[in-house]
C-alpha cells in the first residue's frame, strides 16, 4: 500500500508518524506553506486524511481532494470534521472509539483527587495545617453516560459516589440516577463531570446557571471539550467564589489557555491530554492504520462514524 497517499494535518505522536510512513506515501501538510500549496502539487494523490483534536478537516479540504475516500480521525471526539460534506460526498469517517476509555477516566478521577485532597499544590509540612474535604462519598454527576461517563460512573462509585448523570436518552441499564435536565442535576450534585460529545446542543452546556447549581463547594471536571463550558462565565464563578474549583483538561480555544485560570488556586489544570498514555496512542494509531487498510482493501472498516 506504500503507493496510497495519506495526509496528515498536523503533527501528531512518533508512532503514528512511523507507522503511517511504514506503510503510505504520508504526507505532513505542515510542510507545505499552505493548504493550497499542498492541494496543487499533491491533491490528487491523497486517498485519505488523519485528522487529530488539534486539527479537523474541513469542506475546503474535502473538496479540494477529489481522490479522498476516507476520513480517520485520531481522537474520539470527531466535532472537528465536516460531518455534513463528508455524508454529501459519500466519504466515510472514522475514530478511535474504545481504547482510551480508561484513560480519559482516570484522569477525570485524577483531576477530582487533585482538587480535593489538594494534592497538586499540597500544604509544605512545616506550614499551617490545611484541611481539605474528601472526595470519597461525595454525589457526583455526570453529563453523558457513553462509554467515557460509564467508565468515570464505575471508578467513581469505587469511591463510595453515588452516581446520576444527564444524557441524550435515560441509560436504565446503568442503574444511575437519570436527570433530564443538567440545572437540576448539577444542583444535587457536589462534583459535576462533562463527558458528553460537543454538539451545537451541548456547546455551553455548562453555563452561568449550572454553575451556580453547583455551588461554592461544587466541583467541576471538563474532559470533554473546552466550549462545553462557558470559560468566561467559569473564570467569573471561581473568581467569586460562586464554584468551589474546576479541574479542566480541555479549554475553550486550544492551545490557548486563559491567563485568569493560570492564576487561580481552585483550579487544576492539564493540556488536553485525557488519552496520552504510551499504550493508548499505541492503540489509536493501530485503530487508525486498521481502518485505513480496511477501506484501501474495500473491507468493513471497523469503527466507522458515517
Ligand atoms: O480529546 C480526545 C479525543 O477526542 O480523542
Not at 467559569?234 to 489557555?257: I, N, Q
Request: aromatic content about 6%.
Amino acid at each position: 500500500m506504500e503507493s496510497m497517499g495519506v495526509l496528515m494535518t498536523c503533527p501528531m505522536h512518533s508512532y503514528i508518524q512511523e507507522q503511517l510512513a511504514k506503510r503510505f506515501n504520508l504526507f505532513k501538510l505542515w510542510h507545505f506553506p499552505s493548504f493550497v500549496a499542498f492541494a496543487q502539487a499533491h491533491g490528487t494523490s491523497v486517498r485519505a486524511v488523519v485528522a487529530s483534536v488539534k486539527v479537523g478537516v474541513d469542506a475546503t479540504t474535502i473538496d479540494s481532494l477529489p481522490n479522498l475516500q476516507i476520513v480517520s480521525t485520531y481522537s474520539v471526539g470527531y466535532d472537528n470534521i465536516d460531518l455534513r460534506k463528508c455524508r454529501e460526498k459519500g466519504i466515510p469517517v472514522t475514530n478511535t472509539p474504545d481504547v482510551l476509555t480508561d484513560d480519559v477516566a482516570d484522569l477525570a478521577i485524577a483531576l477530582a483527587l487533585s482538587l480535593f485532597c489538594t494534592i497538586s499544590h499540597s500544604p509544605r509540612r512545616n506550614s499551617a495545617p490545611h484541611l481539605t474535604p474528601k472526595l470519597s462519598g461525595k454525589a457526583v454527576g455526570i453529563i453523558g453516560m457513553g462509554r467515557i461517563g460509564l467508565a468515570i460512573a464505575k471508578r467513581a462509585e469505587a469511591f463510595g459516589c453515588p452516581i446520576s448523570y444527564h444524557s441524550r436518552s435515560v441509560k436504565a441499564e446503568s442503574g444511575y440516577r437519570y436527570y433530564s435536565n443538567v440545572l437540576d442535576l448539577a444542583a444535587d450534585s457536589e462534583v459535576l463531570v462533562v463527558a458528553c460529545t460537543l454538539t451545537h446542543e451541548t456547546r455551553h452546556i455548562v453555563n452561568r446557571g449550572v454553575m451556580d447549581a453547583l455551588g461554592p463547594k461544587g466541583i467541576l471536571i471538563n474532559i470533554g471539550r473546552g466550549p462545553h463550558v462557558d470559560e468566561p462565565e467559569l473564570v467569573s464563578a471561581l473568581t467569586e467564589g460562586r464554584l468551589g474549583g474546576a479541574g479542566l483538561d480541555v479549554f475553550e480555544k486550544e492551545p490557548e489557555v486563559r491567563e485568569e485560570l493560570l492564576r487561580l488556586e481552585n483550579v487544576v489544570l492539564t493540556p488536553h491530554v485525557g488519552s496520552d498514555t504510551v499504550e493508548t496512542c499505541m492503540a489509536m494509531a493501530d485503530l487508525v492504520i486498521a481502518n485505513l487498510e480496511a477501506s484501501f482493501l474495500g473491507k468493513p472498516l471497523l469503527t466507522p462514524i458515517i
